[in-house]
């Protein structure tokens, strides 16, 4: 007996053929949500090491690689998905904010500065916590 061909892009169909991957709008929006809260957490991280030492370069790496794994893992591809598909996607404030840095020139010190200034409550509107994208 043969084995099928293993495929992370998409599910197999009768013919052995593979189709396109397609979201549903809620795996869309729990991944942004998902994405959110662990975006959060890291700056939270960030700001609670942040308050009781002052952070070495190392550690400063560390925060960034794990925001830029987050934002390339799970926010970019889903937002290509959305932009590809028409779809409007809401991003939450966290992931906005963390969007906004370009990773091969932001300074260490200017992430830093960047990630010990958010502050999530600080964003006033009828919907405080969201951004729109695409559509």
């Given at each position: 007996m043969s084995?099928?061909?293993?495929?992370?892009?998409?599910?197999?169909?009768?013919?052995?053929?593979?189709?396109?991957l397609t979201l549903s709008l809620a795996t869309i929006s729990c991944t942004l949500?998902?994405?959110a809260s662990h975006v959060r957490a890291c700056i939270s991280q960030y700001?609670?090491?942040a308050a009781n030492s002052d952070l070495s370069s190392?550690?400063?790496?560390?925060?960034k690689?794990?925001?830029?794994?987050?934002?390339?893992?799970f926010v970019t591809p889903v937002l290509q998905y959305s932009t590809a598909h028409n779809i409007m996607s809401v991003?939450?404030?966290?992931?906005?904010?963390?969007?906004?840095?370009?990773?091969?020139?932001?300074?260490?010190?200017?992430f830093s500065s960047h990630l010990h200034a958010f502050d999530d409550e600080?964003?006033?509107?009828?919907?405080?916590?969201?951004?729109?994208?695409?559509?």
């Open positions: 084995a099928t061909p293993a495929s992370t892009s998409g599910s197999p169909n009768p013919g052995n053929h593979y189709q396109p949500a998902m994405a700001q609670t090491e190392d550690l400063v790496q560390y925060f690689a794990g925001l830029q794994w987050e934002m390339n893992t991003v939450l404030v966290p992931v906005a904010h963390i969007l906004m840095l370009t990773w091969n020139t932001v300074l260490d010190d200017i600080a964003h006033p509107g009828l919907f405080p916590n969201m951004y729109v994208h695409g559509g």
